[in-house]
């Protein structure tokens, strides 16, 4: 019995495998459950990057809870590793192309999204979120960005931060330092302080931490509303103040392992783990790295706040779900949506892949240790909330290619206003 | 009729490979041209002709330059470095060595490891950070008093970070084109090495006037497959330091600016242009062997 369950699931893996490669020959997913019409949908197919470090014991959680509700239906689960879910993304790039859709499949919130909706490739949601009265549940300003020409096409099912400062506390204490740097030019003059006493300031990873790190020293240097203006063409990239910034960007990572940088971010914590380095500028899922990998202590062995000059800002970025057009088991679709966006559906995914819910009515005693920070700026009002640039939000994927592009010769040559032309250019090219 | 007869179940049994080949390479080929000539971005196919506006704006990308330089140098690295490793270890072989059958397994097998599972190991013994969390190579080094041999490899801000790469890739190579020279060698018939000793050849002179000119069709052969292989590697540089501008490659730049950027044009003359310089390589080698065996 065992064994044929078991090559029954590889048969299905293969399937799924040959309906990747050989898409391009057409309706290959015209199961016998039967499709859209008539009937309810018995497959149901969602598409994510996520497979491990929280992601996928999240995922799984979530994809149980849907199970638990339909109980008849089997779930094909399409998950593509690595790369910060780029691999993933160029494979549905092809099956969006083949108009061989899975039956929803993640985006990161906001222009990421945006090749696709003007592709036609996606639903919009509107509906739904009368229905269910999101438009209530979910902050306005998150709203805004996701809202396009007065439509939504994704549903938010988690908000990670990506302006948070990550350190160790016994480093600080044993170079003398009381607290982390609220300013840009205070890191400086720490890190002065810490390469004294052979502790590495700030450790970096690959390209896509070092643009991490970029949006952060942007914000926390231009401030919020410049910040945005970057994104929508009203800052302009090659003025006094941007390059001002640009320069302090340079400084800071003049400060940094960069030259023996690590191969991931999980590798590029370990030094402050260590005791060799003291910060480390990273999204909030290092928090799982931290307590779950690490098996670290909250406050005593790590701790977090917000990166230098980003108080009571949050820099979002949020994992949404779609409704492809042409979805082989739309109304399965249409449910796993409904779940995503649901208070249960959320406060069941994201205390285990460690991230806070998207709807500010979460249950506050589920997000706990470093939780409990972002969980409440969230859900403050006062709080100004923007978009990450490295994490698909505020530039689509041609403009932030052609920024990844400018930002791998930028952080070698640190030539300021070299980099700003080229971003300028790559806005008028891209946007314009 | 006479002549359908003589070509026709050849044909027949031809067609199938040539129908194929046709479509999944040929076509696909020309279709990959036909992209690389209009302006296609984002997800919907736009097909539209818009001249070589692709091919002419690269030389001014300075990722597609710096790419080009990477290539080069690695490609130089990793073709000699492997060729003469890989002969070395023939020519020891060759003298007959105990347990040679398990020494050549031993040098053939990194080949069969993929370039991703080889990248992984690699970037740790590469590794160039210092004090604590060194590791490999430079621990090694370190640890034996050996200092100057500490260096930066695939990090290191000259012109030859891509040579470091060719560590990795020689290394699973290497067995490989020992096991073709090893052929080559062992290939030389023994009546000739024979009359070249009794008319007074001392070794060295046997190797040099008899094997030697008979390894030239395995030293083109070699060459060709591994500067192809160089061109198109990939996973090895992915692996090692993803969008690393030290150490990338067109290949790769093709790969993120296509799915990445949704470049899809872009991208396309990318390819176009790795295509003509793999072919610069392969197309001298056919019409040499075709000529040679025609002579025959």
Request: charged fraction near 20%.
């Amino acid at each position: 019995m065992t064994s044929f369950r078991a090559r029954g699931r590889a048969f299905l893996a293969a399937i799924v495998v040959m309906s990747l490669v050989a898409s391009g020959c057409g309706d290959d997913d015209d199961d016998a459950g039967g499709g859209g019409d008539g009937g309810a949908s018995t497959e149901f197919e969602f598409f994510s990057w996520w497979t491990g470090g929280g992601d996928s014991e999240g995922k799984e959680a979530l994809l149980e809870l849907f199970q638990e509700q339909n109980p008849d239906i089997e779930i094909v689960d399409s998950a593509i590793a690595g790369g910060a879910g780029t691999n993933a993304q160029a494979d549905l790039a092809n099956r969006l192309l083949q108009d061989d859709p899975p039956d929803s499949y993640q985006r990161h919130a906001g222009a990421e999204l945006s090749d696709d909706i003007e592709a036609g490739e996606v639903e919009p949601l509107n509906d739904l979120y009368e229905e269910e009265g999101w438009n209530e549940v979910f902050p306005e300003t998150l709203l805004e960005l996701i809202t396009v020409d007065g439509d939504i096409y994704s549903v938010p099912v988690n908000i990670h931060r990506s302006n948070v400062m990550w350190y160790n506390p016994a480093v600080l204490e044993e170079a003398g330092i009381d607290a982390p740097p609220t300013t840009w030019d205070e890191f400086l003059d720490q890190a002065e302080t810490l390469e004294a006493a052979d502790i590495t300031p700030l450790t970096i990873g690959p390209t896509w931490t070092q643009e991490h790190l970029l949006e952060n020293v942007l914000l926390g240097e231009l401030g919020p509303e410049a910040y945005n203006g970057l994104w929508d063409g009203s800052t302009d990239w090659e003025s006094d103040e941007v390059i001002a910034a640009l320069d302090m960007f340079t400084e800071v990572l003049s400060h940094s392992n960069i030259d023996s940088a690590a191969a991931d971010w999980q590798p590029a914590l370990d030094p402050i783990i260590e005791g060799d380095a003291a910060y480390n500028v990273m999204g909030d899922w290092a928090d799982t790295y931290f307590r779950v990998d690490q098996e670290l202590a909250w406050e005593e062995e790590y701790a977090a706040t917000t990166s230098p000059g980003t108080d009571g800002v949050f820099n979002f970025l949020s994992d949404t779900f779609t409704l492809p057009v042409g979805a082989p088991h739309e109304d399965l679709a249409m449910e796993w949506l409904r779940l995503a966006g649901s208070q249960e559906g959320q406060d069941t995914f994201n205390p285990v892949k460690g991230s806070i819910p998207a709807r500010t009515d979460g249950d506050a005693s589920l997000y706990t240790g470093y939780l409990e920070q972002p969980f409440n700026d969230w859900t403050d009002e006062s709080t100004t909330i923007v978009g990450s640039l490295a994490h698909g939000v505020v530039a689509d994927n041609a403009f932030k290619a052609e920024i990844d592009s400018a930002l791998q010769e930028f952080a070698g040559s640190g030539d300021s206003a070299g980099f700003a032309e080229a971003v300028a250019a790559a806005y008028e090219d891209t946007q314009g | 009729m006479h002549r359908l007869r003589r070509w026709g179940p050849g044909l027949l049994l031809l067609s199938p490979s040539l129908i194929l080949l046709g479509v999944f390479v040929y076509g696909f080929l020309g279709w990959n041209v036909r992209v690389s000539l209009a302006d296609w971005r984002g997800l919907r196919p736009d097909y539209a002709y818009d001249g070589f506006d692709q091919y002419t704006r690269l030389p001014d990308d300075t990722r597609f330059t710096d790419d080009l330089n990477n290539v080069v140098v690695f490609t130089i690295a990793f073709v000699v470095g492997t060729l003469v490793v890989g002969f070395v270890l023939a020519l020891l072989l060759e003298r007959g060595v105990v347990g040679e059958g398990f020494l050549r397994g031993v040098f053939l097998f990194p080949m069969a490891i993929s370039f991703i599972a080889t990248a992984i190991v690699w970037r740790w013994l590469l590794n160039n950070s210092a004090g604590r969390q060194q590791t490999g190579f430079n621990e090694v080094f370190d640890n034996l008093g050996l200092d100057f041999l500490v260096n930066n490899w695939f990090k290191s801000d000259t012109d030859w970070a891509p040579a470091a790469i060719a560590l990795p890739a020689g290394w699973a190579l290497s067995g490989y084109i020992m096991a073709l020279f090893l052929a080559g060698m062992r290939g030389v018939p023994d009546d000739l090495r024979e009359a070249a000793r009794v008319d007074g050849a001392n070794e060295p002179r046997v190797f040099w006037h008899v094997v030697r000119p008979m390894l030239l069709p395995v030293v083109t052969s070699a060459v060709v497959i591994l500067a192809h292989i160089s061109l198109k590697t990939f996973d090895l540089m992915f692996a090692m330091d993803v969008e690393s501008r030290k150490i990338e490659t067109p290949a790769l730049y093709m790969w993120f600016t296509t799915y990445d950027g949704q470049n899809f044009s872009r991208g396309a003359a990318i390819a176009t242009l790795l295509v003509l310089g793999i072919s610069l390589v392969i197309v001298p080698y056919i019409w040499y062997s075709v000529r040679a065996e025609r002579r025959r």
